[in-house]
Every structure is written in C-alpha cells, then in structure tokens.
C-alpha cells in the first residue's frame, strides 16, 4: 500500500474563510453538486456523465479546523474497478499560520497503487491548488475542472 494522495495550499485568508470555501463545493468542484455539504451528515453527489460519479458524507465537522467526507459510493467507467473510492475519506486539515492559513488535503485511500491514482491526482491537484484556492482568494473558483481534465487523460 502506498501513501496516500495529499497536496496543500497555503492562502493569505483566515481559516473561517477557508473552511467556508471548502463546504462551497459548487463553487470550486461543480457547479452540477446534488445535495449538501455544509454540516454534519450532509451528503452530495458529484458527477461526470458517464464518466465519475461519487457520493460523499460529511462525517467530520470541525468549524474552521477539519472536516472529513467518507465516500459512501462511487462509479468510475475508465477503470476496471470502477467503486474504486468507496469508502476512501477525503480529508480537509485547516491551520492558522500567523497571517496566513494552511489547507492540506488528503484522500486516504487514494494510493500511487490504485488504478485511479493516475487520474485522480492531476485533478485532485488541479481541483485544490487552482481552483479551491482561487476560490478562497477571490471569492470566485473554477468548478467542473474534472470533465475537461479526464477527456484529455482519455484523447492522449
């Protein structure tokens, strides 16, 4: 087993500002979320057509601090082992830096040995490094950065 994918940001706002941003999910994952994801037991779908579709739970909250989304189902048509991520947990950690805050984000389960792994990363990093980020900058994300990144994983 390998380590799990992790990847972190650190951003010139307070760590309300980001955990804010991270429960904003339609703002910096996709706009077509079902569901919520601001609480405790909340839970939302995300979806690809026919290509990624995922369920996740709010399992953890911790105002300003943590929060933890266990992944109930999921179905993605270009691996073999298309549930690949149920059950894996998606793992946001906020931490105030002096002026700044830190977000490391971690998707236990997500492993360099995983079929998923080559796919998951650039977007996962793509997802957290550009657009979660511009979001908690800005105030303005770039959702949906998935679709386009698997077509052209799938056309290379």
């Known amino acids: 087993m390998g380590t799990d994918f992790t990847t972190s940001i650190i951003v010139n706002q307070s760590p309300q ?24 037991n909340d839970e939302f779908e995300f979806e ?6 995922s369920k996740q ?7 300003n601090e943590r929060i933890v989304w266990l992944v109930t189902e999921s179905n993605m048509t270009f691996i073999k082992n298309a549930d690949e991520w149920t059950g894996t947990k998606v793992v946001f950690d906020i931490k105030k830096l002096g002026d700044t805050t830190k977000l490391v984000f ?12 080559k796919a998951c990363n650039p977007a996962w990093t793509a997802y957290i490094n ?27």
């Open 17 to 40: 500002v980001v955990f804010d941003s991270i429960t904003n999910v339609r703002g910096w994952w996709s706009n077509d979320i079902k569901g919520d994801s601001k609480k405790l």
């Open 48 to 53: 690809v057509k026919e290509v990624h579709y």
């Open 57 to 63: 739970k709010l399992i953890e909250v911790v105002p």
């Open 106 to 117: 971690t998707h236990e389960g997500l492993t360099p040995d995983v079929e998923c792994y």
């Open 130 to 156: 550009h657009s979660l980020k511009q979001l908690i900058e800005t105030g303005a994300g770039d959702p949906n950065l998935e679709g386009r990144q698997i077509e052209k994983i799938q056309t290379s």
